[in-house]
Structures are given as structure tokens and as C-alpha cells.
């Protein structure tokens, strides 16, 4: 059973910068597919991006290519989302998950996927 915790969520203005972080515990994830989502207020979960198995490849969803980077560190066990350029519609509760019955990261775009998620952490976006 694989626990994931995020943390580095906070308070930015527009055109600002954050790292978030995903540190998992009670197993490798060097075997899953990781995941990042995120649900702004009022509305539904939606995907952000994956990273492959190895961390050589990622996806992204179009409202974040070219501003969000996902990278992970297997021998620590934590992937990480950096996130540059922030708009105020990036403001959400982000979440991580792990994704072990995936075979392909760009496949893994809907929660359905995920085995195992965290329990979020509140990036808020100001003007």
C-alpha cells in the first residue's frame, strides 16, 4: 500500500513560481505510473500531467504544456511538479497519484487510472 503526501502548495502571484513535492511511503513507486491532478473550486478533477515509469518521458495536459515540468526521483521515492507562469485559473487543490496497472504515462490521463492518491495541497494564484 503505497501513501503519498504532497506538500509546497501555497499562496503566489500571477506570473509567479512553485514547486510542489510527492513523497511516497509503504512502497517503491519506481513501478508506477505517477500523476498529477488538480480540482479548482467548484469544479471537477481534471489531469495535469504523467511521468513514465523511468522519468524520461512526461505528458501534459494543454492548459499547462510549457509552464509545468513533472520530474520524479525514484531512489527518494518523491516526484515533483514545477510549476512557472502561474495563472489565476491554475489556482486548485493539486494533487498526486500513483498509477500501477498503466502501461503507457500519456495513456494515464483520467483518475480512474490511479491506484493510490495523496491528499492534496491548496495552490492558490493571486493578482
Known amino acids: 500500500q503505497v501513501q503519498l503526501v504532497e506538500s509546497g502548495g501555497g499562496l503566489v502571484q500571477a506570473g509567479g513560481s512553485l514547486r510542489l513535492s510527492c513523497a511516497a511511503s509503504g512502497g517503491s513507486i519506481s513501478n508506477h505510473v505517477m500523476g498529477w491532478f488538480r480540482q479548482p473550486p467548484g469544479k471537477e478533477r481534471e489531469f495535469v500531467g504523467a511521468?513514465?515509469?523511468?522519468?524520461?518521458?512526461?505528458y501534459y495536459s494543454e492548459s499547462v504544456r510549457g509552464r509545468f515540468t513533472i520530474s520524479r526521483d525514484n531512489a527518494k521515492n518523491t516526484v515533483s511538479l514545477q510549476m512557472n507562469s502561474l495563472k489565476l485559473e491554475d489556482t486548485a487543490v493539486y494533487s498526486c497519484?500513483?498509477?500501477?496497472?498503466?502501461?503507457?504515462?500519456?495513456?494515464?490521463?483520467?483518475?480512474?487510472?490511479?491506484?493510490?492518491w495523496g491528499q492534496g495541497t491548496q495552490v492558490t494564484v493571486s493578482s
Open positions: 511521468i513514465s515509469r523511468s522519468g524520461a518521458d512526461q
Open positions: 497519484a500513483a498509477a500501477y496497472h498503466v502501461t503507457y504515462h500519456y495513456a494515464a490521463t483520467t483518475s480512474s487510472h490511479y491506484d493510490y
